[in-house]
């Protein structure tokens, strides 16, 4: 079955600890990407990367970092420089050659942060 | 830049139709996708029409594009309890970078008996 997974489902950390949410796809996507869910906010962009060894800051870049070593793999990485982290995170993946660009999501990680 | 809006809550009897909008400012816009989210999940693809088109209808679901306006819309026929959900509309533009697509607030779908 391919698809994306997200690990793990609910994830608590205290405050001035950082913490790395894992991403993995086996849908052979160039693209992957993070977002930020909070109530009513609808979806914020944090990373994105099109290709390996290549990611761009999105829109709430601040505060987390990312890496892209492996093509099925895009783990973020939420740093106590991140003033309000508790929230649900969501990547995605996509190609980008061909007619379709439609963006495949995993289940999500809920983090909160005391 | 791009921006896209919804209304942030709709609420329909079982049975009943659902149309729920969404208008969006960038007028390079090549795709429109409709996601739906069920509670503490990940997005689900319904459906996404291409910019050159007006309509597009798959089983219960029609969306409608009115490119002009820039207005997009998501019909469910017969709204189950089971359709109870956030729905994002999302644009994909030639002017944002790689394939980035930009996501509405959302809407919260509300079934009641």
């Known amino acids: 079955d391919g698809g994306i997974t997200q690990s793990p489902k609910y994830l608590f950390r205290k405050e001035g600890q950082n913490v790395t949410l894992s991403c993995e796809q086996n849908l052979n996507h160039d693209a992957m990407y993070w977002y930020r869910q909070d109530p009513g906010q609808g979806l914020r962009l944090i990373y994105y990367?099109?290709?390996?060894?290549?990611?761009q800051k999105g829109d709430i870049a601040e505060g987390y970092s990312v890496s892209r070593e492996k093509k099925e793999s895009f783990p973020l990485t939420v740093t106590s420089a991140q003033k309000n982290p508790t929230a649900f995170y969501l990547c995605?993946?996509?190609?980008?050659?061909?007619?379709?660009?439609?963006?495949?999501f995993g289940p999500g990680t809920r983090l909160t942060v005391t | 830049g791009e921006d896209v809006e919804q209304s942030l809550f709709l609420s329909v009897r079982e049975g009943d139709s659902s149309v729920i909008n969404c208008t969006y400012t960038d007028s390079s816009s090549t795709y429109l996708y409709w996601y739906k989210q069920e509670p503490g999940a990940g997005l689900q693809l319904l459906t996404y029409i291409f910019s050159n088109m007006d309509m597009k209808q798959d089983q219960r679901l029609t969306v409608l594009l009115n490119k002009k306006d820039k207005h997009l819309s998501l019909r469910i026929a017969d709204t189950q309890t089971g359709d109870s959900a956030i729905y994002f509309c999302?644009?994909?533009?030639?002017?944002?970078?790689?394939?980035?697509?930009?996501f509405g607030t959302g809407t919260q779908l509300k079934v009641e008996l």
């Open positions: 999302a644009e994909k533009s030639l002017t944002g970078g790689g394939n980035k697509l930009t």
């Open positions: 995605a993946s996509s190609r980008t050659s061909g007619i379709e660009y439609e963006q495949y």
């Open positions: 990367s099109q290709i390996v060894n290549d990611f």
